[in-house]
């Protein structure tokens, strides 16, 4: 009985091969319309490329006077600690969240309410939040705080509760069965599982904190942000290069002291 040969096809999500080339066509077409209405013009691009030029020569040296120097350090400092702050609130909410949020720890009521809340709070930018915030309760970092922490919350929780949703069950089930209460089978069965994780979120979220903390400002929320952005109205670009240098020099360090921790728990 003779049988016919078969030839390897490439898998793909599509049914037929005129499906595909219309789904690639629909995504070019898609990407060319948006180019199209937000202007993105070749010769307006070109021309901002021209004048970026000149634009820059504008902003060096750096350049920033005692007073604006020691403005620079205390703001950058305000912006430290806001984001310090925020990271161990938005940690100690996000927890309780995490784990009411994990579908095979938490009931469905409890676990829909809060992934409903989870997904609330990553859905609106931190420049939105903190505008709300300074209306709400005024300038100053502590708006800066509110964001910050707001934002953290969405963020690790989510996170936390996919890990926690990723645990060996195996290992709970087994300390559940030694005759281990609720709080116990917590503490021995699923923390032990997910302690390097949660150490490596946290100085990860830290570290996003931190540049968060230097653009908030903008809207009157504290830190950095406030100074950088009273330099660019008043056309202080060397002063504004001063600025940006500071808020690089943080990051960087922020960024390597994540880096050796994460490492040191992986």
């Known amino acids: 009985m003779a049988t016919g ?23 070019v077409g898609f990407f060319l319309w ?98 709300i915030a300074v209306k709400a309760i005024g300038f100053g970092p502590l708006a800066g705080i509110i964001t910050i922490t707001f934002k953290t919350v969405g963020f690790f929780s989510k996170l936390l509760a996919e890990d926690l949703e990723d645990i060996d069950m195996g290992s709970v089930d087994a300390v559940r069965a030694a005759g281990a209460s609720p709080i116990q089978t917590l503490l021995y069965g699923v923390v032990p599982q997910i302690i390097p994780r949660f150490a490596g979120l946290s100085v990860y979220r830290w570290d996003i904190n931190i540049r968060t903390s230097t653009i908030i400002g903008i809207v009157g929320a504290g830190g950095i942000g406030s100074v950088l952005l009273t330099a660019f109205n008043r056309y202080d670009y060397q002063y504004v290069t001063a600025i940006l240098l500071a808020i690089v020099a943080v990051v960087l360090v922020a960024e390597g002291v994540s880096a050796v921790v994460r490492r040191r728990y992986q």
């Open 5 to 27: 040969e078969r030839t390897w096809e490439r898998p793909t999500v599509f049914r037929r091969r005129e499906i595909k080339w219309a789904v690639y066509a629909g995504i």
């Open 34 to 131: 948006s180019g199209w209405g937000v202007g993105a013009d070749p010769a307006r691009i070109a021309q901002g490329l021209g004048s970026l030029t000149s634009l820059l020569g504008d902003f060096f040296p750096p350049t920033a006077t005692p007073r604006q120097a020691t403005r620079i350090f205390e703001k950058m400092l305000e912006s430290v600690a806001m984001a310090m702050v925020s990271t161990v609130t938005g940690i100690v909410l996000s927890i309780p969240i995490a784990f009411m949020a994990a579908e095979n720890l938490s009931p469905k009521p409890l676990y829909a309410l809060n992934r409903g809340f989870i997904s609330i709070s990553r859905a609106f930018n931190a420049i939105i939040i903190a505008i």
